[in-house]
């Protein structure tokens, strides 16, 4: 604590006058040229205008005026003459583009010419809760008289009938809609009776697990809309993606009009490239991203730029907000000028912060991801990642929160040591150039399927051989009578049971409940956060250390059961990260084949994740001061999965070390997993992957060199017996409690799997492996010349993936 | 059929005052075979489009059960006269408190009203889970014709009956009917609502007085009794204590029994169970309305 690691001094030298995005990228590229490997500007636009269109009504019109709003961006207008032409429209622009003013005008004019109503689907409360206010400012404006409420979890009972009755538009989630609208669509009879608009913004969010439930949440609105004899009109807005117009047609099962060019006009944006510099060359090492981090969101801090921070865990929220309060939030007489936000903080503290940012009270937030979306922070200058979010699309999105019209602004991406991070920033190209990613959904697997036609037919019978979707609900409809749930009755199938089938059905399979953090200080019961299933293992474990707003507090007891964290608070100069991994075993095989010189299965597998203890890592100089045991009980999971595998001798022959196959495995794996996660149209995270031994004896894990490093069972690394069996697999596994059926049909196209992924590798115009076909490799290998052995782990992942081919 | 007519006996003797029998008990065997055959194609039709490997990882994951099996019982006798394919109907009068001519409804916070204008009402239903999944399988009604007490019943022996039966309903109402209910006011007037909606029928419920006695018995009780449901305020009030009931509960089982091939046993349970309910909601409404202060 006594050395604060950067030295004030070199500070001034970047900054001697206030500036934009492009001085301060000037500066920070000229001061830090080594550590900028790629800087690139994505020129801004000039605005694109149209006039209000002479069809709105004048009220309207006048509202838009009083609020300073003359003409349209184009794309405004556009969207404007494609719902009046009857169309569904799917708006693609960057944020900040005025999207909500495309559904806006429509709906309003419906609202106040037909009474139409309309209903609003956000991902979020927090997104809803602006919307509303931004058409309340808009209708007393004009005083136009057009009601619009939230309708969430929050909404009080007593307020509801209301709603129903008298909102003419409600915004609500897909949640909602799913478990509380829907199966009461006969109490909402005359809201959907009027039904005009369906406005379902960020729809790039709905895709995986998530989105394939919502497309089916769709198809039950849809069905609950023909039965009072309305078609709705969709308008759907989305962030940037490889494939919107694709994307959400495939959500509402109909055509779309897509607006893809944005009139509004930006400042240029800066883009850097960053990373930390080498501080151990005999180990490679580099500095962490968090004190690069830092450094830079200091200096925009201190250029007078409003910044955002994006840390890709909770706990690196507040250990980067802790450094960054220590600079600028050492008076405790002054107000805070350094805020934190993620999930699992209270609603109201997120709205305080927030508003905070809009008025500009404070300079800079450290964030999680819950700020990638739209939620109204204001306008900022500097966008800082620390590290990859992982996706193409995501990256553009956090850098899409900065910029203003007529003022540059600036996105650094602070790389990781993470390979994936340290092959980016090593290949701007590839992100300069890259397309984003697609939204893939399926919205016909099985068990989501299942589940939804459950819920549909509590809302009404189905008749005769009537389609969901794309199916006959027919099959279906015999496996829940089956059941008991529903009673056929000549070509009726009605719903029998006493049950409400869609409080099972969570959209978002985080089913497990939520943990409350309950501060115990001084006698105190106070709940001071909330925390999700799935990461309360790695974060509420006692002994942990709890940073909220970057107060530490430490756990003193987790009650897992009861699903609360009993915390005080404290003063250590110390956090806490937690040891986890996770491996695999087979626990049934419901089919198998040969796979080229090898077998591929399909069975169901048991997956753990331990969290066998934890490290103490001191603040700023982040030695590792001590280890912590932790006792929870594995968090488990039950699912389906596909796996391939090579016997010993033929791995022999093939490999003159196992240190080879073993690497040949992590990368055909890594293939295999792309090429799958196409094949099933899987979110990658809704898939995963995984190498290890047949029996579960031992896993793989890339080491920091993306070189396969065996563990045992305890999670530690192992050295093989060289006599011991030694059968390496590659699985697929869903990571879906329960599974969610994507490894049969991967089961069935195996071979063309392996076949694809074959392709994959050899078209890739890498030379030695990149995250684009077998994983990040090390710098090293990436720069080895021609290697006449072939085991770059491009080689090796195909050596391996040839004997699998199908003979 | 002896058998039957003495646990028919059985419930109504359950009540305290004796009432005559239902005015003409008519057993007629259930018009069944089409739901029979529904249940055999029911038994061989998921194979043709679910896979084997499909159905098991439903199985496993999906949490898919076998419904509970129903044993066919040849004991298939609903009681009441068939008015619509699939609606039953019963009518029987209870010689059941007199009451005074004009009921004094301000304990309800309600005018007064003529004792003729006033229609108890209670369904039964298949269960508790609320939305639109959930129906009523019979809707009981009683009101007092020339000083006597009326049970009507409308029971469901067939789904696709319920239009009817809520024509029936609705046609029992005039324009100054006041309902009676316990609880109707926050449970069978919503379900019935989303009923009519459904079946695209106007509801009869809608604009008409409805006296809920739940309230006004809270009101007084509350403090009393260990709880106020009707049972409890039944005995409290009127004396009346139910032999062989059949708990509520076990309605939406009855029904669902009988509906795929089981015995009627429990379905005739609840037809008294209903009954019972309407003579216990009269009895409360006359003790309220005739108590001092």
Redesign the interface.
């Given at each position: 604590m006594n050395t604060l690691p950067d030295r004030y001094a070199t500070d001034d030298l970047v900054l001697r006058d206030p500036g934009d995005g492009r001085t301060l990228a000037q500066r920070l590229s000229k001061r830090y040229a080594a550590r900028i490997t790629g800087a690139f500007v994505v020129p801004g636009r000039e605005g694109s205008f149209a006039p209000l269109p002479e069809d709105l009504p004048p009220a309207l019109a006048h509202a838009l005026r009083t609020r300073g709003i003359e003409q349209l961006y184009r794309h405004q207008a556009e969207a404007w003459q494609a719902t009046r032409s009857g169309a569904h429209v799917a708006i693609v622009t960057p944020t900040a583009s005025g999207k909500s003013l495309c559904y806006t005008l429509p709906v309003i004019s419906a609202a106040m010419r037909d009474k139409a109503k309309a209903l609003y689907l956000f991902p979020t409360k927090a997104l809803a809760q602006d919307q509303v206010a931004e058409l309340l400012e808009l209708n007393r404006a004009g005083e136009l008289g057009v009601k619009a409420f939230t309708f969430d979890g929050d909404t009080p009972g007593d307020a509801r009938q209301a709603i129903r009755l008298h909102g003419d538009v409600v915004v609500s989630n897909p949640d909602m809609l799913h478990q509380a609208i829907l199966?009461?669509?006969?109490?909402w009879?005359q809201f959907f009776e009027n039904l005009c608009y369906v406005v379902i913004d960020e729809v790039h969010t709905y895709r995986g697990v998530f989105g394939s439930h919502v497309a089916n949440v769709i198809r039950r609105l849809k069905r609950v809309c023909a039965f009072y004899g309305v078609t709705p009109q969709f308008i759907l807005c989305s962030a940037t993606i490889g494939n919107p117009q694709e994307h959400a047609e495939a959500l509402i099962e109909d055509a779309v009009t897509a607006i893809t060019e944005s009139g509004a006009p930006t400042g240029d944006q800066h883009v850097l490239l960053w990373n930390p510099p080498v501080v151990n060359p005999d180990l490679g090492l580099r500095a962490s991203a968090r004190s690069q981090t830092n450094r830079i969101a200091r200096l925009a801090i201190k250029s007078g730029m409003k910044t955002l921070v994006f840390a890709q865990s909770r706990s690196m929220v507040e250990v980067l907000t802790k450094y960054l309060k220590d600079v600028f939030d050492h008076d405790p007489r002054q107000p805070p000028r350094i805020r934190a936000y993620r999930g699992g903080y209270l609603p109201k503290e997120r709205r305080a912060a927030e508003r905070a940012m809009r008025e500009g009270s404070i300079d800079a937030i450290v964030s999680t991801s819950a700020l990638e979306l739209g939620v109204d922070i204001g306008t900022l200058d500097v966008v800082v990642l620390n590290g990859y979010p992982g996706s193409v699309a995501a990256t553009w999105q956090r850098f899409g929160r900065a910029g203003r019209r007529q003022q540059s602004a600036l996105g650094v991406l602070v790389a990781s040591s993470d390979p994936l991070d340290q092959y980016l920033v090593r290949h701007p190209e590839f992100f300069q150039g890259a397309t984003p990613e697609h939204a893939r959904i399926q919205p016909d697997q099985?068990?989501i399927l299942?589940?939804h036609i459950r819920c549909a037919?509590?809302?009404?019978p189905f008749i005769g051989d009537e389609m969901f979707g794309t199916e006959?609900a027919?099959?279906?409809l015999?496996?829940l009578?089956?059941?008991?749930?529903l009673?056929?009755?000549?070509d009726?199938w009605?719903?029998?049971?006493?049950?409400?089938?869609a409080i099972a059905v969570s959209l978002r399979s985080v089913a497990d409940g939520n943990f409350v953090v309950v501060d115990r200080t001084d006698g105190r019961q106070t709940i001071i956060a909330e925390v999700d299933y799935s990461a309360a293992a790695v974060t509420l474990y006692e002994g942990a250390i709890h940073m909220l707003q970057s107060l530490p507090y430490q756990v003193e007891r987790l009650d897992w059961e009861g699903r609360k964290a009993y915390v005080t608070r404290t003063h250590v100069d110390y956090y806490t990260d937690a040891i986890d991994y996770t491996k695999l075993k087979v626990l049934d095989c419901?089919?198998s084949s040969h796979a080229g010189c090898g077998r591929a299965h399909h069975g169901?597998v048991h997956v753990v994740r331990r969290v066998p203890g934890y490290k103490k890592i001191r603040f700023y100089s982040h030695e590792n001061i001590g280890y912590g045991p932790v006792n929870l009980p594995d968090q488990e999971l039950h699912t389906?999965a596909v796996w391939w595998q090579l016997p010993q001798a033929v791995l022999e022959a093939a490999f003159e070390q196992r240190q080879q196959a073993l690497d040949g495995f992590l990368g055909a794996a890594c293939a295999l997993h792309i090429v799958a996660t196409v094949a099933v149209m899987a979110e990658a995270c809704d898939l995963q992957k995984s190498v290890g031994s047949g029996d579960g004896a031992w896993f793989v894990s890339a080491d920091l060199r993306g070189r396969g490093q065996l563990r045992g069972s305890d999670g530690q690394p192992v050295a093989l017996a060289p006599d011991a069996p030694f059968t390496p697999t590659v699985y697929l596994y869903d990571a879906f409690p329960?599974?969610i059926?994507q490894s049969?049909p991967l089961f069935q196209r195996r071979e063309d799997l392996v076949a694809q992924s074959v392709s994959l590798i050899e078209r890739c115009d890498c030379r030695a492996g990149c995250p684009a076909c077998v994983g990040p490799v090390p710098a090293a290998d990436e720069q080895a010349v021609d290697d006449p052995a072939a085991t770059t782990p491009k080689a090796l992942a195909l050596r391996v993936l040839a004997l699998l081919v199908a003979l | 059929m002896r058998k039957l007519r003495a646990e028919a006996g059985q419930v109504s003797t359950a009540a305290p005052n004796a009432l005559p029998q239902p005015a003409k008990p008519t057993f007629l065997s259930a018009a069944s075979s089409p739901r029979l055959h529904a249940l055999a194609d029911t038994a061989t039709a998921p194979e043709r489009a679910i896979s084997p490997e499909l159905r098991r990882l439903l199985q496993r994951h999906a949490q898919l059960r076998r419904g509970p099996a129903t044993l066919l019982s040849s004991d298939r006798e609903v009681p009441g006269v068939e008015i619509a394919p699939g609606l039953r109907y019963t009518e029987e009068f209870a010689d059941w408190l007199t009451p005074p001519a004009i009921i004094d409804a301000t304990f309800a916070r309600m005018e007064p009203v003529h004792h003729y204008h006033l229609l108890y009402f209670d369904t039964e239903t298949t269960g508790l889970a609320g939305g639109t999944g959930t129906r009523a399988f019979m809707i009981g009604a009683g009101d007092w014709i020339d000083g006597r007490f009326r049970i009507r019943q409308l029971t469901l022996t067939t789904m696709a009956a319920e239009a009817a039966m809520l024509r029936t309903f609705a046609a029992w109402l005039s324009e100054d009917t006041v309902l009676v209910s316990y609880n109707g006011k926050c449970y069978d007037a919503p379900l019935l609502a989303t009923r009519y909606r459904l079946a695209r029928l106007p509801n009869p419920l809608t604009g008409r007085g409805h006296l809920d006695l739940l309230h006004p018995v809270r009101r007084h009780w509350k403090h009393q009794w260990e709880n106020c449901r009707l049972a409890t305020a039944e005995r409290q009030l009127l004396g009346v204590v139910r032999e062989d009931d059949l708990p509520g509960s076990e309605a939406p089982a009855a029904w669902l029994t009988y509906l795929r091939g089981g015995s009627a046993r429990n379905l005739r349970r609840v037809a008294a169970h209903n009954a019972q309910d309407l003579k216990s909601l009269a009895g409360v409404l006359v003790r309220m309305a005739t108590m001092p202060g």
């Open positions: 199966p009461h669509h006969t109490k009879a099985p068990l299942l589940d037919a509590f809302e009404l006959v027919t099959p279906w015999d496996l009578g089956e059941e008991g749930v009673h056929r009755e000549g009726r009605e719903w029998i049971a006493d049950s409400y089938p419901f089919d169901e389906t329960g599974g059926g049969e | -």
